[in-house]
């Protein structure tokens, strides 16, 4: 999330840590709740140097509706899938861009639109790699085995 | 709502009122943080969390400089050494006029009363991460409070002008490049010594200057440098060249463009400028 970018692509870099927060919130809802959710959205803000409380907010958002949707989304296919992360992470870019708004004066543009694609891209690769991850390591006995 | 969830629901407080707790707290805390500067030194001290990530990011950078050290083949290193060379010998040449020219312009200064420049003394620190957020224009630098550092401090590239520091920990420290949308510095053209003030808009390549009116005498081309108001930057530093002026009648002022001299997208050297 901090690597570092060539500046005229900075508007493509996906939201990894929001696609994270997605990906815990659905497979472990009883570990990963809407305060670890926040907790997470402040760390982001620290590092990103912005004010403290936009991204907190965000990541809230996103995890009330993965926690709401889950069970829906858990059975579609991966480019399914992906639309909805689309939409949560469109979500997650206009209110994160609406509050940066209100609180710091800032231009916003279009730039969300190209974000939330690469993140939708990268979900399918993302969950690939944990639940394997996942298997490698056993965590399915451990945490409650719903994704 | 999934069964999980409703686990949470026999203890604690009810999934709603989580929500709307956290949402309180953060509209505190961003009222908080916007009107006031309470949470500035928590801030400051928190920072030091988000180090780690920046380093950690870093160090693919710092492994493949670390291989283009070692994997130097004989003959580009004899290339490189003579082109040195000659850019020695040319730079000490020029610093031979220098020493003329500075001793003159000293002479000239004590005749006009003038106090002195003092030659400044300056730290040179490594770039370890840059902010990921497009519209935040911050670096961190691999020097902190433990090297001096303090806030305030101007930061430069081998080529101009590149922010100050607005951020100190221990052993890094954050810094403001002077094209944030929030930043503006106070600057001089260098052929007439008009002054103005320059401020970023939020692009890396781009400076606007403000306030400047359709009569004042500014060229495409001219060097602005800073000119020490405001006591913040040193005086002389290049901080960008005119790039491009607009002069509507329909507006109080005209739009003046101004490209950074600074590289302020690829140096990873800086140096960090002491002014006592």
Redesign the interface.
Known sequence: ???????EW??L?PEFVVLLVIYWAMVA??YF???SA?LVGL?HD?????????N??GM?IVA?LA??F??RIRHYVFWHQSLWIFTFITVFSIYSNW?SG??????SDF?FLFTALMSALLWPVLVLMLKSIQIRFRLSQTI?N?Y | MGVPIKLLFTKGPSYFSRVVLLVIITIALLVVGRYTQWLDPVRSKLDVLAVPFYWASDIPERVSLWLDDRLLSRQEIQAENKLLRNQIRVQESRLQQMASLVAENLRLRQLMNSSEIVQDRVLVAELIGVSPDPLVHKVIVDKGSNDGIYVGQPLLDAFGLMGQVVSVTPYTAQALLITDNSHAIPVQITRNNVRTVAEGVGDLYELRLRYVSSTMDIKEGDILVSSGLGGRFPVGYPVAQIEKITFDPGEAFATVIAKPAARLDRSRHVLLVFSE
């Open positions: 999330m901090v690597i570092p970018i060539d500046f900075r508007g870099r809802p009883q709740g809407l305060l926040w760390l620290l590092i990103e140097f912005s004010p403290l409380g936009v907190a907010i809230m009330y926690h709401m889950y069970p509050v209100l609180v710091s004066q800032r231009e730039f409650h719903n």
